[in-house]
């Protein structure tokens, strides 16, 4: 899809950035609050900051606006959290000093409660920017459906996020205590290794161990169901050989010490829809963990996100709940719908500084009390 052209004359626009550590993910909003683009680079940040810089100029290639003054930008985070940075607070503050020198004055970092911090305000506030883009969906989701649970599923990992009464209503903040409570899972439908999914698999009428290798990845398993799309499978294969299906066959036979010319490629189907049960059994028992802390939401509807929202869809027919896909709520147009829903921290964010700037007025880049204090 080609990106739509602002004008210089035009209102300026937003743009949302979601920093992850595998992906970074951009959106462009109107000062109407309209999404008019999405896009999404893998970005291995754990591999060094030249890859976000990298990604800053795709971002500036795709709309030339974003690199001047006109532009706003608001960004949310989770790349803190690789092994590039000696600890979180550390991954914050590099990525926001990388970020303010290239995207200019008018950048600022979502903080929960802690409102919109400056670049120069991360230092102190890191512990509010750190991993909080869950936050940033699950506020702006708020708006919209007051009784819900959002489910994001990514690439590697998954958000279950109670909303009541138009309030998030998660008991954890950070991802040690989400972990501890469910609602951060971490597995996703590409990156994910499956010997992180289970320790035994049923083949072939008998239940077998897997071997605790990085022989394959859940993108094989969703490549050979046909629920993954390429333009989400952005990340080289376990063995950095093809993505086709008869190379992910082969991946998926090693898991388990076999050949893939051992049987037919239907069998291997099968075999990966074990694999794709197994992860739905394994989020599905973290959903129920989250609604068990929140009974009134035992027949609230999920709110899928991410690439792999077909899987939240599933679990909603397994429950007998409503699904509303998170790209109708905030793409308008049908044809941003998809990418809205994938990259949602990302529409999310930009929605919510777009909001923001239209209760400040058009010349208010003033930061929140939070911010100036900090």
């Known amino acids: 899809m080609n990106a739509p052209r602002i004008g210089l004359g035009s209102a300026a626009p937003v743009f949302g950035w979601d920093v992850g550590g595998a992906h970074v993910k951009v959106s462009m909003t109107d000062a ?85 911090l400056t670049p120069r305000a991360c230092a102190a506030g890191w512990r509010s920017v750190a991993s909080a883009n869950w936050l940033a969906t699950a506020r702006w989701v708020a708006t919209r459906v007051p009784d819900a649970l959002l489910i994001d599923i990514g690439s590697t990992t998954t958000d279950i996020i109670p909303i009541a009464g138009g309030r998030v209503v998660a008991r954890a903040s950070t991802d040690a205590g989400r972990l501890a409570t469910g ?16 320790q035994r698999v049923e ?8 071997m605790n290798e990085w022989f394959a990845t859940t993108a094989d398993v969703y490549r050979l169901t046909g629920e993954l799309g390429p333009q989400y499978d952005l990340y080289p294969s376990a063995d950095n050989g093809p993505k086709t299906e008869v190379a992910s066959r082969r991946r998926l036979a ?3 010490g076999r050949d893939a010319h051992e049987t037919s490629p239907a069998e291997w189907r099968a075999f990966a829809m074990r694999w794709r049960e197994l992860q ?44 509303i896909d998170f790209g109708t709520l905030a793409a308008g147009a049908g044809d941003k719908a998809d990418w809205a829903a994938t990259c949602a921290p990302s529409v999310a964010v930009g929605l919510l500084a777009a909001t923001r700037h239209a209760e400040a007025g058009e010349g208010g880049d003033s930061v929140d009390t939070a911010s100036r204090a900090a």
């Open 203 to 210: 083949f072939g009428g008998a239940a077998v161990n897997v």
């Open 254 to 256: 090693r898991m388990i």
């Open 183 to 198: 609602e951060l899972v971490y597995q996703g439908v590409v990156r994910t290794p499956l010997c992180g999914l289970a």
């Open 280 to 323: 739905l059994r394994e989020i599905g028992a973290n959903l129920r963990r989250v609604t068990a802390a929140h009974p009134g939401l035992a027949a609230a509807p999920l709110v899928g996100a991410g690439c792999g929202r077909f899987v939240v869809a599933a679990l909603a027919r397994e429950e007998a709940r409503g699904y």
């Open 32 to 116: 109407g609050g309209v999404v008019l683009d999405v896009a999404q680079w893998a970005c291995p940040l754990w591999q060094g900051l030249e890859h976000l810089e990298r990604t800053i100029d795709l971002a500036f290639e795709r709309w030339p606006v974003a690199k001047t003054y006109a532009a706003r930008h608001a960004v949310t985070m989770t790349g803190e959290m690789v092994d590039l940075f000696e600890d979180r607070a550390q991954g914050v503050r590099a990525i926001a000093a990388a970020l303010a020198q290239r995207l200019g004055a008018r950048l600022l970092f979502y903080a929960g409660e802690a409102g919109w």
